[in-house]
């Protein structure tokens, strides 16, 4: 599991060595923006996508307050990504209520919703929300939620990709985990477990056809 990251850590370092810090930050801003991260490798990936940064306010890593995240929330791609970010790397226990709203906010697309919810998780805050997902109302404990990535079916799938892949192509390895962190972020909380090995590389090599 910790191959394709120390190897893309490495990657980082050696562009920062080299001065080559546009195409470090777009690294780091790549994989920042997948589902899912070890967190001990994403907290390495902030780190230096922090001090890659410029100090002041305009061109900060992240958004401070949650003014900031809710308007960005409805931005592009780019506001998007980093206030999913900034969520992530703000005590959100003060902001329950904030979040709370967040979640009801149906001109959030589902994608947001559903990170919410996994940021939510992750930091262990206990409290409930309305939610509407594909177009169907839910009510959710957040403390009820599993862990999509700690899921036995998906464990099991990461296992079998790696088996396939990691040795032959790791390239593609690392295409195919991509393609399962979508699948299974696009129906959280909720578990596809009629989802295969088969189904992921099938819809990998898909997108690479469309190019």
């Known amino acids: 599991m910790s191959n394709y990251y120390d190897t893309c850590l490495a990657n980082i370092h050696e562009l920062i060595q080299n001065n080559k810090k546009s195409e470090a930050l777009e690294i780091l801003e790549e994989e920042l923006s997948m589902p899912y991260i070890p967190k001990l490798y994403r907290e390495s990936f902030e780190e230096l996508y922090r ?77 409930e929300c309305f939610v ?10 957040i403390s009820d939620l599993n862990d999509p990535f700690q899921d036995l079916h998906y464990l099991n799938i990461y296992k079998k990709l790696h088996e396939l892949y990691e040795s032959n192509d790791p390239s593609f390895l690392k295409l195919t985990l991509d393609v399962l962190n979508m699948e299974i972020m696009q129906v959280f909380p909720f578990v596809n477990d009629s989802l295969t090995v088969e189904d992921v590389v099938f819809k990998t090599e898909s997108y690479l056809s469309k190019g």
Do not use: H, W
């Open 51 to 127: 001090s890659l940064n410029l100090p002041d306010e305009s061109q900060s890593a992240f958004f401070t307050n949650m003014d900031d995240i809710r308007y960005n929330l409805l931005g592009n791609s780019a506001q998007v990504a980093k206030a999913l970010l900034s969520l992530e790397n703000l005590n959100l226990r003060p902001y329950i209520d904030e979040l709370i709203d967040l979640l009801r906010n149906n001109a959030l697309s589902d994608e947001i919703k559903r990170m919410i919810l996994l940021i939510a998780m992750e930091q262990e805050l206990c409290f």
């Open 132 to 141: 509407v997902l594909d177009n169907k109302p839910y009510s959710f404990n």
